[in-house]
């Protein structure tokens, strides 16, 4: 089966630094996926990870870990714009892509 | 804007009826990906197509069907409308069979 987990909520002041984590366990592998989604709005494509290590991407950077079925987004200089839900998702064996519940971010002045 | 288009945007419409919603993808893209969400099931996958054939099935229901057409514009097709079928539905680009995916602004359905 596949199952991916992240934090439902996550808070953070103007400025700092954030860590949203994401494990996953899938039948087979073919990349993993963080979207943003404001409340009512479609998600928007962040970044893309296939290989281990760090994609960095201006204030967003992504990480992944295949052996340990890890991944983590890092935002960085938190606008309050930032505050949204950070969605990760997984590509397996076949072409779906499995959502996570996603991560309630709120950013606070 | 990430250039897929849905229509419409909001429909409100009563039990037992049947509604068809419509994306045509971003220029160039050859896969569309159908997914609903609600409020306490998160995104979930419908359906994909490539190319104009189905590629890959999630948990959509016998009541609800999907096709994309020669020029690449998909429509999804639900029936029997149930208060629970009530959620946004989105549709999602990729030019191939892998990697990012595009989505379009959604279509609010509310079944009543």
């Known amino acids: 089966g596949q199952n991916i987990d992240q934090p439902t909520e996550m808070t953070a002041t103007e400025g700092a630094i954030v860590q949203i984590n994401c494990t996953y366990q899938t039948s087979g592998f073919n990349g993993l996926f963080w979207y943003q989604q404001h409340a009512g709005e479609a998600p928007t494509f962040l970044s893309y990870n296939v290989l281990d290590g760090l994609e960095e991407k201006g204030r967003f950077s992504s990480f992944l870990s295949r052996s340990k079925g890890y991944s983590y987004l890092l935002l960085k200089e938190l606008q309050m714009k930032d505050s949204a839900s950070y969605l990760c998702?997984?590509?397996?064996?076949?072409?779906?892509?499995?959502f996570g519940t996603g991560t309630r971010l709120q950013v606070f002045p | 804007d990430s250039g897929v288009t849905q229509t419409p945007k909001h429909l409100i419409t009563a039990t037992g009826q049947r509604v068809t919603l419509r994306c045509s993808p971003r220029?160039?893209?050859?896969?569309v990906y159908w997914y609903q969400q609600s409020l306490d099931q998160g995104l979930q996958f419908l359906i994909h197509y490539y190319n104009g054939e189905e590629r890959a099935k999630g948990n959509i229901l016998e009541r609800f069907s999907a096709q994309q057409f020669p020029d690449l514009h998909s429509e999804l097709n639900l029936s029997s409308l149930e208060l629970g079928d009530s959620a946004l539905y989105f549709c999602?680009?990729?030019?191939?069979?892998?990697?990012?995916?595009?989505f379009g602004p959604g279509t609010r359905l509310t079944v009543t």
């Open positions: 998702a997984v590509m397996g064996r076949t072409d779906k892509l499995i």
């Open positions: 220029s160039g893209d050859l896969s």
């Open positions: 999602a680009s990729s030019a191939g069979t892998g990697g990012e995916q595009y």
